[in-house]
Nanobody, 119 residues
Framework: QVQLVESGGGLVQPGGSLRLSCTASRSIFSISAMGWYRQAPGKQRELVAAITSGSDTNYADSVKGRFTISRDNAKSTVYLQMNSLKPEDTAVYYC?????????????WGQGTQVIVSS
């Protein structure tokens, strides 16, 4: 089983910062693409940021310039640095790993961590 353990969520004021962390199983981390998704009440899950095993990144337009995704393969950890937070960023954030092995796609998800941006 692949386990993804998230941390770093919480309550923050608009304009503040948070850093989310997700530690994955070492056995698959280095060959997996990692992503952060979020889901707000009444809305569908959306991709916030992704990073490939080669450290190429992609961001949702709504977070470009404010969020940064990074990975530390030695620690099997992916991070999401969130700056200049807005109330619209309030959501449950989920860590995702995607591994492709012999044409099969394996997705694993963290339990989610709540981010609330409010004054």
């Amino acid at each position: 089983q692949v386990q993804l353990v998230e941390s770093g969520g919480g309550l923050v004021q608009p304009g503040g910062s948070l850093r989310l962390s997700c530690t994955a199983s070492r056995s698959i981390f280095s060959i997996s693409a990692m992503g952060w998704y979020r889901q707000a009440p009444g809305k569908q899950r959306e991709l916030v940021a992704a990073i490939t095993s080669g450290s190429d990144t992609n961001y949702a337009d709504s977070v470009k310039g404010r969020f940064t995704i990074s990975r530390d393969n030695a620690k099997s950890t992916v991070y999401l640095q969130m700056n200049s937070l807005k109330p619209e960023d309030t959501a449950v954030y989920y860590c995702n790993s995607r591994t492709v092995i012999a044409g099969d796609v394996w997705d694993y998800w963290g339990q989610g961590t709540q981010v609330i941006v409010s004054s």
